[in-house]
């Protein structure tokens, strides 16, 4: 009996690591691509497979930037390169160091096949496909009830718009049983008549594992659903039959929830912004009719007896108020017209007449006396001036001087000597009396 040895799980994979490279350094393996992916770090990894198994791959940098083609999912290559262990999953894997194309896969000839065909017969014609409902209340999934498609689609549902009601479809989403499952349940999902469209959902997996969905039964089932139907079926690289009948597709499970659900948050601020229009609208209809109510009790009060007997009085009190007013213009009138019919009157009545005579005469009396006393006045002026002048060149003033007039009995004066004879009288008169003197000699000046 050969004695077992013991391991750490990290020695036996190094052990085998060792081994496995030592053994199948070089090998040349041939098969059709499938999961090919190139991240950020530039290596390629992939999985090569044929109908009974797969193998997992890698390309480092250093080997794929040689290679002139990229290849895609379903080509058929030979790949050298070394068999080896990746020690932290322990998985079996094929590090490639040389990619040969040698054209394409048997699944994917099949793929193409079926495409042409299904298309030939009308089954992606746009015109047969369903419009999707604008507002949708009740979602029917048709999917694997414990997959990671399901947990994404209510993820999102429960994110975007809670209200709205899932009815799960369970049904097997790989293996031989999983395409006639899928396409019994399309049929059930129509007769039950549950929902307002459906969602056939399947997370990522290579193209072996999204298989189902590329058979003409579910393809069948799809064309003659009469409820509409979203496809969510992969990544968004991945494309299957179902994805071409469907009325419509989403790169991914959860894209389709979205697709078929309103964001909340959108519908709150649409409906906040709807409430607040109805409160306007509401609010100028509340206004308008309060206007009207308003008008409605004016024109009550306005047609109420009381206010009508109320109108009535003040009008009655108005057209007297002008009656008094007009009549007190009236009666204004006539004793202006009187007034000035008596003033004529009194103009030619007799008293008037006498009165007028006896104010001239009294204007003209006072008149006359003004003028005799300013007449007295100029005459007394000027006898004053007169008098003056005379008294200027009176004998009288020489007087005052020493000097006399002499005048002779006749009362002549006296100035030539030769009139008069000796013995004749003659009067000497001065200033202060006088003399009369009787002639004694003459002189006759020569």
Not at 84 to 102: E, F, N
Not at 152 to 159: K, T
Not at 428 to 433: M, P, R, S, T, Y
Request: one cysteine or more; glycine letters at 6%.
């Amino acid at each position: 009996m050969t004695e077992s040895k013991n391991y750490q799980v990290s020695e036996l994979v190094k052990q085998l690591q060792q081994d496995l490279e030592q053994d199948y350094a070089q090998i040349n393996v041939e098969g059709e691509i499938s999961n090919f992916s190139c991240p950020s770090s530039g290596h390629w990894y992939f999985s090569l497979k044929d109908s009974k198994a797969q193998l997992r791959c890698a390309m480092f940098k250093g080997y794929n930037r040689k290679i002139a083609q990229r290849p895609k999912d379903g080509a058929k290559v030979r790949i050298q390169g070394k068999i080896s262990v990746y020690s932290p999953r322990g998985d079996l894997q094929l590090i490639a160091t040389h990619i040969k194309m040698l054209g394409t896969g048997d699944l994917l000839q099949q793929f193409e096949q079926l495409k042409q065909q299904l298309q030939r017969q009308g089954l992606f014609a746009t015109a047969h496909k369903q419009a999707l409902p604008s507002y949708v209340q009740n979602i029917g999934v048709i999917t694997s009830p414990t997959g990671a498609a399901i947990r994404d689609i209510l993820s999102v549902l429960q994110r975007r718009f809670p209200a709205i009601s899932v009815i799960i479809y369970p049904v097997l989403v790989q293996g031989e049983t999983a395409t006639q499952q899928i396409s019994d349940m399309i049929a059930i999902a129509n007769q039950r008549q549950e929902v307002e469209v459906l969602i056939l959902a399947r997370g990522g997996g290579s193209l072996e594992d999204l298989w189902c969905f590329n058979a003409r039964s579910v393809a069948q089932a799809i064309y003659e659903s009469k409820l509409p139907i979203v496809t969510g079926i992969g990544h968004e690289i991945d494309y299957t039959i179902a994805d071409f009948v469907a009325d419509q597709r989403a790169p991914t499970p959860s894209a389709a929830a979205e697709l078929l659900s309103p964001d909340q948050t959108a519908w709150f601020a649409y409906f906040s912004e709807q409430q607040q229009l109805i409160q306007q609208k509401l609010q100028g209809l509340l206004q308008q009719r309060q206007q009207q109510l308003d008008y409605y009790q004016q024109r009550l009060l306005q047609q109420h007896p009381q206010v009508l007997l109320t109108q009535k009085l003040q009008r009655i009190e108005e057209l007297g108020s002008r009656c008094q007013h007009a009549q007190s213009i009236y009666l204004r009138h006539l004793r202006m017209r009187l007034q000035q019919h008596t003033d004529k009157l009194q103009q030619v009545s007799p008293l008037e007449q006498i009165a007028q005579a006896k104010h001239r005469w009294h204007l003209l009396t006072q008149g006359l006396r003004q003028a005799i006393s300013h007449y007295l006045q100029s005459k007394t002026h000027q006898n004053q001036t007169l008098s003056v002048a005379l008294e200027t060149v009176s004998p009288l003033a020489t007087l005052h001087r020493g000097y006399a007039i002499v005048t002779d009995n006749k009362g002549q004066l006296v100035s030539n000597s030769q009139y008069y004879q000796i013995g004749d009288t003659i009067e000497i008169k001065l200033q202060q009396g006088g003399f009369q003197c009787e002639i004694k000699t003459i002189y006759i000046q020569s």
